[in-house]
């Protein structure tokens, strides 16, 4: 039970009642700055928030420090129960003890998603490669590329073929964000621009083609500067649950989204 804190990591989806269409468009610089801005103001707001979510801040705070986030993320994890290690949130707490056997369905995807921050090694170093080595897509695809960057962050020993493996697994991430014509699943579609942007390389991306994802992400900001509550059904290993979280999981990767768009050297 103690690993289900960083089952956060799992994501949302938000079925939209209408779909967005993704006209390409220019983007004013402004447009950009501001809704980041916005989305900032409306998380530091936020009482209550969870480990994902302080991870996804900590990402924007490595690359730009950013003295209220500093102070939000101080915050906030002192208000985390049962903490245990997680790269640049918690690096001195226990790490998760993993099981030798995964066992099925979502229990299964946790134990993969939350093997960078187990112990021992070996184990972690096992689930590992066979979590990235499935074909998969949505949810599972990010995640597989997300293992990848948290064991880098807790300083696994990752072979050159796992890092080949995370360069094609982004290619995966960025394809499909390509294909998606119309939005159905807003966590989701935040996630992978946040991916696309932050980790990958920017010179195999066409601005002209991201600027219509930033436009959507902009356009589907809350007047509070938040984006929706989300709610998802997961299917993994034959296993389908239903799980939710709130609007700052969402929020903190929409702001990873514009933070990364904002700071790239076009």
């Known amino acids: 039970m103690k690993r289900l804190f960083l089952a956060n990591f799992i994501g949302c989806l938000l079925l939209l009642a209408s779909c967005i269409s993704l006209e390409e468009s220019a983007l004013p610089e402004t447009d ?109 695809l990010t995640h597989q590329f997300l293992a990848l960057v948290f064991a880098e962050q807790a300083g696994l020993p990752i072979s050159k073929e796992m890092r080949m493996r995370k360069d094609e697994l982004h290619k995966k991430i960025v394809d499909e964000q390509l294909q998606t014509d119309s939005i159905d699943c807003m966590d989701l579609y935040m996630e992978r621009v946040a991916l696309i942007l932050c980790y990958g390389n920017k010179k195999g991306v066409d601005k002209k083609r991201v600027d219509p994802w930033i436009q959507t992400i902009i356009d589907t900001q809350l007047p509070d500067g938040s984006w929706p509550l989300s709610k998802t059904t997961l299917c993994y290993d034959g296993a389908t649950t239903f799980l939710s979280s709130p609007r700052s999981h969402t929020t903190a990767l929409a702001m990873l989204a514009l933070h990364s768009y904002i700071n790239l050297d076009w």
Not at 35 to 62: F, P
Not at 108 to 136: K, S
Request: glycine share 10%; charged share 20%.
């Open 32 to 140: 950009t700055i501001g809704a980041y801005h916005r989305a900032r103001a409306s998380m530091l707001t936020e009482k209550k928030i969870n480990s994902d979510v302080l991870w996804v801040l900590a990402q924007i705070q490595s690359n730009e420090p950013d003295n209220g986030i500093e102070i939000f993320i101080a915050t906030g994890k002192k208000g985390t129960r049962n903490p245990h290690y997680l790269p640049g949130v918690f690096p001195s707490e226990p790490k998760i003890d993993l099981p030798e056997h995964t066992g099925q369905g979502i229990e299964c995807y946790i134990t993969y998603v939350t093997a960078p921050f187990g112990q021992p090694r070996d184990m972690a170093l096992y689930h590992l490669a066979n979590f990235i080595a499935g074909e998969n897509s949505g949810y599972v």
